[in-house]
Nanobody, 127 residues
């Protein structure tokens, strides 16, 4: 069993920055990918960014590319999502997820490929 916990959400003005953190625990030796997804009210969950477990490969959604950076600290078994130049449309509940079943980069953007999920952390971007 693997547990995933997000933190770092909050309220920030448009144009500001926020750093989300993800802590994974339990039996993580067979995990391939750590990913971030978000879900706004009335909308479906959407992909934000993902990284291989050792941090050597990353993948970003077009909506955040150039504004966000995903990273992994393998020694601490944690991950971070740094978000800059935040926009009102970035407001959502952000989820960290881990996958043991989608080693191929082409599948990293699909929520169905992740089998462990955190509880979510709220990000609010004000005008």
């Amino acid at each position: 069993q693997v547990q995933v916990v997000e933190s770092g959400g909050g309220v920030v003005q448009a144009g500001g920055s926020l750093r989300l953190s993800c802590a994974a625990s339990g039996r993580t030796l067979r995990m391939y990918v750590m990913g971030w997804f978000r879900q706004a009210p009335g909308k479906e969950r959407e992909f934000v960014a993902a990284t291989s477990w050792n941090g050597d490969h990353t993948y970003y959604a077009d909506s955040v590319k150039g504004r966000s950076t995903i990273s992994r600290d393998n020694a601490k078994n944690t991950g971070n999502l740094q978000m800059n130049s935040l926009k009102p449309e970035d407001k959502a509940v952000y989820y960290c997820a881990a996958s043991s079943v989608n080693p191929l980069r082409a599948t990293w953007g699909s929520a169905a490929g992740y089998d462990y999920w955190g509880q979510g952390t709220q990000v609010t971007v004000s005008s």
